[in-house]
């Protein structure tokens, strides 16, 4: 019968193996002056992560905050143009500054964007769970909807979506919404 092992001694403080270093992607990473760290690799259109080196598309800045009717104008440029993770990085910015009243709004079309994201880039969970999500924040929006907004238009077209994942039924590329009337 094999004899028992005992755990071995705990070490000394001064003993303590160091733990290895971060990988070398890791160390590289770029942080504000909190030491937060900021997003700084360059991405695809869909918003994906590129090696460091790599020339991606245009980046919007993380701090970027415009002001309701040109975050409108932008995110439906980039929406347009195939983009609409940075046009959920628009509404985002808008949505950190909007007032109390509009921060489900703003929060919902920002989701609806990057739930748009995550179907072009083929991940129906995300896509499911993220334009879920943004419907249900707008919705309180449609009857008196600010800044031109298509509301009802924008749950229509969140519904269809949803109803054509589920069913299995998916446009491709999928219709991008329109975000005014």
Do not use: C
Request: no cysteine; proline share 12%.
């Amino acid at each position: 019968m094999p004899a028992s092992r005992k755990a071995p001694a705990p070490k000394a403080a001064s003993q303590k193996a160091a733990s290895p270093k971060a990988p070398a992607h890791q160390q590289q990473r770029e942080r504000d002056s909190t030491g937060k760290p900021l997003n700084g690799r360059p991405r695809d259109g869909l918003g994906r992560p590129l090696p460091r080196g790599s020339v991606g598309a245009p980046r919007i800045p993380d701090d970027l905050r415009l002001p309701p009717e040109e975050s409108i104008a932008k995110a439906q440029e980039l929406l347009d143009a195939g983009m609409p993770f940075h046009a959920h990085e628009i509404l985002e910015g808008t949505w950190k500054d909007s007032p109390e009243p509009e921060r489900m709004l703003w929060q919902g079309l920002a989701q609806l964007a990057v739930g748009l994201t995550h179907l072009m880039r083929g991940n129906l969970v995300g896509a499911v769970s993220l334009l879920g999500q943004g419907h249900d924040r707008i919705r309180g929006y449609e009857v008196d909807p600010p800044y031109g907004l298509d509301v009802a238009g924008l749950l229509n077209w969140s519904d269809s979506l949803l109803s054509n994942i589920d069913s299995g039924d998916l446009e491709q590329p999928p219709i991008v919404p329109h975000l005014l009337f």
